[in-house]
């Protein structure tokens, strides 16, 4: 099956009560990277993640970040492993994505931009 980059292009989704309506890159780099953990507010930030083979994740990972999905990855196993952080939540897809961003508080995550989304907050990237 094929996917046009424009299909799977992804946006940013966050809980609704999580303050502002931007996010820089470097801090969504951060995020996912697994080096800030905390909410400018102090609030625990909770990553959903689709699996690494997803379109939209691959697009996330390598249009947002900057990064490969076998490098985040990495990252996330080797951190995790040593008990320095916790893996992001992976969902099974993006009706999952949603419902668990939309229920969590302090979550992010990221869906194709041309999919629903009541309830949730979208970031723009700065």
Known sequence: MLFS???ASAGIIV???VEGRSISTVSLRNIYTLRQTLWPNRQPIVI???PDDHPVHE?????KL???PYRLRQ???RLSFSGMASAPVEVKDEN???ARVRA???AIGYTSKDTGHDGIKILRLE
């Open 48 to 50: 959903f993640v689709l």
């Open 15 to 17: 809980h609704p009560g």
């Open 66 to 68: 900057g990064l490969y």
């Open 96 to 98: 999952e994505m949603r």
């Open 75 to 77: 990252t996330w196993d």
């Open 59 to 63: 697009a996330f990972a390598k249009e």
């Open 5 to 7: 980059p424009f299909a």
């Open 104 to 106: 969590t508080p302090g």
